[in-house]
């Protein structure tokens, strides 16, 4: 009698303690049943905002070329201009402004008023030892008379400055093998017309090998 309360009393002891660790085995969370319930479980789960990108800055708008500066006629001038040669022909063409050009390759200067090409001649430029400078140069003073003070007071009619130290335009004497110390160099009868038709300011653009043609802007890159 007392062997079967002992044997009942321990089976119970037993039952309580594997109650005791089921209970304390069971997750806080029950498993999903199935795939869809796992898959609704995981879309519940917090999302981590999202940061918006930011947007690449746009390029600056071009500036919007000025028509007056924009090449509207190139004189019909056949094959290269030889030295001592020029042309002028500005009948028809409006008031404008000033601009002039000379390539150092071509060993030509041009002027255009209002886009339109008014005159061309063949230059004479500087030496390996006193080149003719690339560039913008305004120019600075004009003199008719002039006559230089840093070579010996040497002639230059219808002088334009274009550097301080001593780079200007003005009329010389253009034959094959004659050079410059810097200047630009031109029949004097062109320099005369030259100097008539610009004005202080206006800009001389100097450059190497440089195409232009209809439609290009004069003052642009």
């Known amino acids: 009698m007392n062997a079967r309360i002992l ?20 997750p806080e969370t029950p498993l999903p049943a199935s795939l869809a319930e796992a898959g609704l479980a995981q879309s519940k789960a917090p999302v981590a905002p999202q940061v918006a990108a930011t947007p690449a800055p746009k390029p600056p708008a071009p500036k919007p070329v000025d028509p007056a500066f924009v090449i509207k006629r190139i004189l019909p001038i056949s094959g290269p201009i030889k030295y ?8 028809g063409v409006p008031a404008g402004p000033i601009v002039l050009t000379v390539d150092l390759d071509a060993r030509v200067l041009s002027v255009f008023r209002a886009g339109y090409e008014i005159g061309a001649t063949a230059v004479l430029l500087g ?11 305004p120019i600075t003073q004009k003199e008719k008379v002039h006559f230089s003070s840093i070579y010996t007071g040497a002639p230059m009619p219808y002088m334009q400055r274009l ?20 200047c630009v160099g031109m029949p004097e009868k062109f320099a005369a017309k030259l100097f008539a038709t610009t004005r202080i300011g ?10 232009v043609g209809v439609g290009d802007s004069l003052v642009g890159g």
């Open 163 to 182: 550097t301080n130290d001593g780079i200007t335009l003005h009329g010389s004497q253009v034959e094959l093998g004659y050079a410059s110390h810097g």
């Open 84 to 91: 001592g040669d020029w042309h002028w022909d500005e009948e």
């Open 7 to 26: 044997l009942f009393s321990g089976i119970a002891a037993l039952a309580a303690i594997a109650a005791v660790l089921f209970v304390a085995a069971r």
């Open 202 to 211: 206006d800009k001389v653009y100097v450059t190497r090998g440089k195409q």
């Open 127 to 137: 030496t390996e030892d006193h080149p003719t400078p690339l560039g913008v140069f």
